[in-house]
């Protein structure tokens, strides 16, 4: 079993950079590609963002390319989400998404290949 909580959510304006964590426990030597998800009033998750174990391969959704980065630290079992230029359109409930299996280069975009979520957290982007 793997623990996440995400943290770094809050209220900010347009135009604003904010970075999210989630700090993963438990079973972290099972983890292979961490992801972020999110999902806003009304709307169905969607993918952002996603990270493979090796580091070596990163995979953004195009509504957030060139704006979003991702990073984790395997040492310390973090990823983070570094948004900048955040439009009120990225107002969402963000989740952290963790797989336990898969090749060190893997950074799948769908939600169906994670298998552990974290509780959220909330950004919210005033225009």
């Known amino acids: 079993q793997v623990q996440l909580v995400e943290s770094g959510g809050g209220l900010v304006q347009a135009g604003d950079s904010l970075t999210l964590s989630c700090a993963a426990s438990g079973r972290t030597d099972s983890i292979y590609p961490m992801g972020w998800f999110r999902q806003a009033p009304g709307k169905e998750r969607e993918f952002v963002a996603a990270i493979s174990r090796s580091l070596r391969s990163t995979n953004f959704a195009d509504s957030v390319k060139d704006r979003f980065t991702i990073s984790r630290d395997n040492a310390k079992n973090l990823v983070f989400l570094q948004m900048n230029s955040l439009k009120p359109e990225d107002t969402a409930v963000y989740y952290c998404?963790?797989?336990?299996?898969?090749?060190?280069?893997?950074?799948?975009?769908?939600?169906?290949?994670?298998?552990?979520w974290g509780q959220g957290t909330q950004v919210t982007v005033s225009s």
């Open positions: 998404a963790v797989r336990s299996s898969g090749g060190n280069n893997y950074a799948p975009s769908r939600s169906s290949e994670y298998g552990y």
